[in-house]
């Protein structure tokens, strides 16, 4: 991905990365006993892509539209920076933030660059700017020839495709908080998986806090910076790296979501190429493997081979030996490779 490439038409840039802060924040909606959202604190930090997770019912939507003020706090506040979201005009609110949900919510009779340029018109940019732009963007997501994909309509595309573009037009205005409420969600695997990369390497290149809400975990634990786990009532469960979180869930509650295999899942977050080694003389015969393999998956081949471990050959530095016990605790050698 050329990173001048994308910088060059989007508006100015200073305000392109901001925190979000809960603080107590708190929604009851109107005939409703008990709250939604229930005293949620927490901080998302400049830059960082914070998945919130948790079952249907949880209060995740809730908190996504607290945010961008679709719905108002019962108490509590919502900073963005250090400005409460309540000094802060609804219009300039939705400009700070792209919106992308599951729906899509593409205008049907509108064309894909028209949908892309619906922020940016409202805020008066040029034709040729708005032109320019969208090309990037779609560009961005993966949509190339670009003219072939500008004037299509919405029920011209698949499901990935029309997903794609919703993401284009959540960053059009190139605003500093992107709020996606499960974007992925209606996708088919493999699409999904797709269109997932295509997100997090976006998000790598244009770092934008991120409130990202999914209902899986498996998702959660692959895009998150961090994650925090909604129970029922609205209130935390736990907040933490995927890391932190598969190794030492909070309660039961947290644990069962993350599911049985927590434990593997949490393997797969440690790649062979940052684990330390061992040059022996001479290697055994283990299985050898790239470096950009995870240890749960260097697990899997040791296992079907019945070894007791692996060789990471990565064509760089010397090959080296990885008995499966350091496969088994991949964060004691984290980065002495
Ligand atoms: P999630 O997105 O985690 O599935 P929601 O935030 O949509 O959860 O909902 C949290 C709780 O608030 C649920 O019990 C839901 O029924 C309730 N709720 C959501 N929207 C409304 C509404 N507009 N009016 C009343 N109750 C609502
Ligand atoms: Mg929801």
Redesign the pocket.
Known sequence: MNESQHRTTGPERTERSVSITFDRAT?I????ETP??DALSLTVEAGELLCLV????????????LINRL?DLTSGDIRIGETSITDIGAIELRRKTGYAIQQTGLFPHMTVAQNIAVVPRILGWSAARIDARTDELLELVGLTPTAQWRARYPGQLSGGQQQRVGIARALAADPPLMLM??PFGALDPITRTAVQDEFLAIHRAVGKTTVF?T?DIDEAIKMGDKIAV?R?G?LLAQLGPPEDLLAEPADDFVASFLGAERGLKRLGLYRLGDLAGEQREPLPDWPRLPAGMTAREALSCATAERADGVIVADGETPERAVPVARLLQPEVSEGAA
Request: hydrophobic share 30%.
């Open positions: 929604k909606y109107p005939g409703s939604a959202l948790g079952p249907s019912g949880g209060g995740k939507t809730t908190a996504l539209m719905i409420d499960e809400v209902h909604l029922p609205g």
